[in-house]
């Protein structure tokens, strides 16, 4: 009984142990003094059930409260782990400390706080940032907070990493518009998923980095890094053993977005920095700064795979350049469909780390398309509905499926004038006057459009059955456009196929 007594005297100490290092990381750090640089105490403080941790608002950002807990309310709160979530949907490649697989669950503990970042390099997001908006997502899903964090400052050096040539340096104006673009983003996707009032915020780092003296950050922050150590990172040696060399202000980045993590641990009770697989150098600069500036614990660090399609190049690039997230820049129908072509070897995988469809759903998935009465794309479908309703939102999907309907030859649905006019952003599109198209063939039409190149590509098409008027196909070579044909007297749908499209506009 004495043995029994002992270890669970011990285990309650760990346990004890274990949550107070966390409160450090939290609670502690945000009502301590305003000095940036404080060193932490080594012994552990009383548990207080009236504790004060940072609570963060879209409105307001700085917003404290203080919570009244009991203990029993927290022990009996279960919290899905996160982590273990991730590894099984393949979004997660390395963390900074395995303790973190039992931090995340234990509702003993209050909630972690996860920050992501995004540097403003363009007006909006891109393809290759939504792991990091979807791992958020999963942080707060699991009853965490979020952060995100756009790079004023950082945008202004640029992250060398994954790059063989220095980022082209953007006038203040630009970067301006483009954190403007990329925070508008991120609260639009994270604001329309979350389930919860005031679970995420969206910060500039220029904020704290505007009026940091370079006196200022070589003694307090510079003196602590190890130049042998900067070296070592992969991301730095890549660059160093280059023919183009490293800039010395590519080469403090580490320090810049390592600081961001110190800022943030202390002043918002950020514990957790996420990001690419390509941020690991990035993060752990992070991580140790904090001990060594902090003399703290209780700061980790996760990266996921970057995205990649099944031949190992990077998924998030057209034809027409990068997969955009903002709708100004992409539309909802051309994003829903980037999703519907994927082929059968990438799907699963992507259903499982771009979508939060549950792993029996998508292996019910996975078993459907081996069945010999598959209908083809039933997986693609289902996969471009999910990430564009979580990109987009209800009404972006239901955009986009009705432009898809819309725009599919031999479609029943009825084609009116606003239903091709906002097509024709998507598609190609060219003007000609009444008269011009009136009694013309689809034939010559076709090639003075633009839409096929010569008269014997239209006829070959039209024979085989490929050559659409308004989504109808066109069986005879002499058929000619009538008054009725144009749809409200304004505007005509041709296809050469079921991907060559044209939009013509009568004037």
Request: hydrophobic fraction near 35%.
């Amino acid at each position: 009984m004495a043995t029994a007594a002992a270890r669970t005297f011990f285990h309650g100490y760990c346990r004890c142990f274990h949550r107070q290092r966390l409160l450090l990381s939290t609670s502690f750090l945000t009502n301590s003094p305003t000095n940036a640089f404080l060193n932490f105490p080594t012994f552990l403080l009383p548990h207080n059930r009236h504790r004060r941790r940072p609570f963060s608002s879209s409105s307001s950002v700085n917003e404290t409260v203080t919570r009244h807990e009991s203990d029993e309310s927290l022990t009996s709160r279960r919290r899905l782990n996160v982590v273990e979530i991730l590894e099984q949907r393949g979004l997660l490649e390395s963390l900074t400390s395995e303790n973190l697989k039992s931090v995340c669950s234990d509702p003993d503990l209050p909630p972690l706080r996860v920050y992501c970042g995004f540097d403003p390099t363009a007006e909006s997001l891109h393809l290759g940032n939504l792991l990091g908006i979807i791992v958020l997502s999963w942080f707060l899903r699991c009853g965490h907070k979020a952060v995100a964090l756009v790079g004023g400052a950082t945008g202004r050096v640029g992250d060398p990493s994954g790059k063989s040539l220095e980022r082209p340096e953007l006038d203040p104006l630009t970067l301006e518009k483009n954190s403007a673009g990329i925070a508008d983003t991120v609260r639009r996707i994270l604001g329309q998923n979350a389930t919860e009032e005031g679970s995420f915020v969206v910060l500039d780092n220029f904020d704290w980095w505007k009026d940091f003296r370079l006196l200022d950050f070589l003694k307090h922050v510079g003196r602590h890094a190890r130049v042998g150590t900067m070296l070592s990172k992969e991301s730095v040696k890549r660059r160093v053993d280059s023919e183009q060399g490293m800039s010395f202000t590519e080469f403090t980045y580490q320090l810049l977005q390592g600081y961001d993590f110190v800022y943030l641990f202390k002043k918002e009770g950020v514990n957790v920095q996420i990001g690419g697989s390509d941020q690991w150098g990035n993060i752990t600069a992070g991580t140790d700064l904090i001990r060594k500036i902090l003399q703290a614990d209780g700061a980790y660090g996760l990266t996921f795979p970057l995205l990649l399609k099944s031949d190992g190049t990077k998924f998030g690039k057209s034809e027409e350049g990068a997969i955009w997230l903002s709708p100004s820049l992409l539309s909802p129908y051309k994003f829903y469909q980037h999703f519907f072509s994927v082929p059968d070897a990438d799907v699963s995988r992507f259903l499982k780390t771009l979508t939060f469809l549950s792993i029996e759903e998508i292996g019910e998935l996975e078993r459907e398309m081996k069945r010999p009465d598959y209908v083809p794309n039933t997986a693609q479908k289902r996969l471009a509905e999910e990430v564009t309703r979580f990109v987009h939102g209800e009404e972006g999907l239901e955009e986009a499926l009705k432009a898809t309907e819309a725009l599919r030859p031999g479609a029943e649905t009825r084609l009116d004038w606003e239903t091709i006019e906002r097509l024709a952003g998507d598609v190609p599109s060219c003007s000609m006057p009444y008269h011009q198209v009136l009694d013309l063939s689809l034939v010559d039409l076709s090639v003075s459009t633009g839409l096929l190149d010569t008269k014997s590509a239209a006829r070959r098409l039209l024979k085989q059955g490929g050559l659409y008027l308004n989504n109808s196909r066109v069986d005879s070579e002499g058929k000619k456009v009538e008054a009725e044909d144009i749809v409200d007297g304004k505007i005509l749908l041709l296809s050469a196929g079921k991907k060559n499209k044209l939009v013509v506009r009568i004037c």
